[in-house]
């Protein structure tokens, strides 16, 4: 099977023909299995699963997008969904899943892998996903949110890498424009941040592979940083962080509609150290909360 088809009334289909046969399917990393659960039952009407790398984060935003639909009760705090497991935090609050996915491509591929199963086993249909984050800026003032139109690996190309057998597989990174003009026109003139379309420069790491010289062992001088970001800028880069290429990638490869969308904390341009008042930081990572919620209550009332 190449790339699943987008999924239909039927449910979520996934192109991996061995899962007919994982009628025991542990999804072990969210302390959940076929068996264990009633997945249909608990998952079958999800329609939006949000992602972002911190579990404090991902609760708050269950919390806050129950609200803003009018799903929990006042004060209500959705319950650990994923509690049985140590790695990672799943919340529902009506038909939104939120899950935090911890940093970087590897561990956010493990909770996507599983997620996807696990909507695929509970029949659930016409699922978006977005990534919900916090990132490098790139010219933009920080606070900025960024709302991904393309991504590219850490060696500019657009493509993510990933290694089966011992050998390298290219999967492109497809991002769904309508989707990311859909997100970013949920953006108001009264908002005291911009909404930025932008590509995404998507990095391993957060030292050497952002071009920091502040991490623990550093090659590279000042000069060296900023020609290279001064280059990410010229081709186009807004932000810098250190998922979107694996999700873009993985989620067009299952069939599934996703985007990603992210605060800027700082701009790289001027400096690499993350600001240290932990009030402006929360703030900020409401904004992306803020932008997706009015998206999703949008779909909803369009009877998505
Ligand atoms: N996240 C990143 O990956 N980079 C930054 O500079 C800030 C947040």
């Known amino acids: 099977?190449?790339?699943?088809?987008?999924?239909?009334?039927?449910?979520?289909?996934l192109p991996n023909p061995h899962l007919a046969n994982m009628t025991k399917d542990n999804l072990y990393h969210l302390g959940m299995s076929r068996t264990s659960h009633d997945l249909p039952a608990l998952f079958g009407d999800v329609k939006f699963v949000c992602l972002g790398g911190s579990a404090r984060r991902m609760e708050n935003f269950a919390y806050f997008i129950g609200q803003e639909l009018?799903?929990?009760?006042?004060?209500?705090?959705?319950?650990?969904?994923?509690?049985?497991s140590e790695r990672f935090v799943l919340y529902k609050a009506g038909p939104v899943l939120s899950a935090n996915h911890g940093i970087g491509v590897p561990s956010?591929?493990?909770?996507?892998?599983?997620i996807l199963k696990m909507l695929h086993y509970a029949g659930s249909?016409?699922?978006?996903?977005?990534?919900?984050?916090?990132?490098?800026?790139?010219?933009?003032?920080?606070?900025?949110?960024?709302?991904?139109?393309?991504?590219?690996?850490g060696k500019l190309e657009h493509t993510y890498e990933t290694v089966v057998l011992g050998k390298g597989?290219?999967?492109?990174?497809?991002?769904?424009q309508e989707?990311?003009?859909?997100?970013?026109?949920?953006?108001?003139?009264?908002?005291?941040?911009?909404?930025?379309?932008?590509?995404?420069?998507?990095?391993?790491?957060?030292?050497?592979?952002?071009a920091r010289t502040g991490g623990a062992v550093c090659d590279i001088n000042d000069g060296d940083e900023h020609r290279f970001l001064k280059q990410l800028d010229s081709e186009g880069v807004k932000?810098?962080?250190?998922?979107?290429?694996?999700?873009?990638?993985?989620?067009?490869?299952?069939?599934?509609?996703?985007?990603v969308v992210c605060v800027t904390f700082i701009d790289r341009l001027s400096t690499e150290d993350v600001p240290t008042d932990t009030d402006i930081l929360s703030e900020w990572t409401q904004r992306p909360q803020i932008l997706v919620a009015r998206f999703i209550k949008k779909q909803l009332t369009n009877g998505v």
Do not use: W
Request: charged share 20%.
């Open 1 to 13: 099977m190449e790339n699943a088809n987008r999924d239909s009334q039927i449910g979520m289909q």
């Open 239 to 259: 932000n810098i962080e250190m998922e979107s290429a694996g999700f873009f990638a993985l989620c067009h490869k299952a069939g599934v509609k996703c985007g």
């Open 70 to 84: 009018g799903v929990l009760s006042t004060n209500e705090r959705p319950p650990n969904l994923a509690s049985n």
């Open 108 to 114: 956010m591929l493990v909770v996507l892998h599983e």
């Open 179 to 210: 989707l990311a003009s859909e997100i970013h026109s949920c953006s108001r003139t009264e908002d005291p941040f911009s909404v930025i379309l932008g590509k995404t420069y998507c990095t391993d790491d957060f030292f050497e592979g952002q």
């Open 169 to 176: 597989i290219q999967r492109p990174i497809n991002v769904d």
């Open 125 to 153: 249909s016409e699922v978006t996903f977005i990534r919900i984050g916090t990132c490098g800026g790139i010219g933009v003032p920080p606070g900025s949110v960024i709302v991904s139109n393309a991504a590219v690996n």
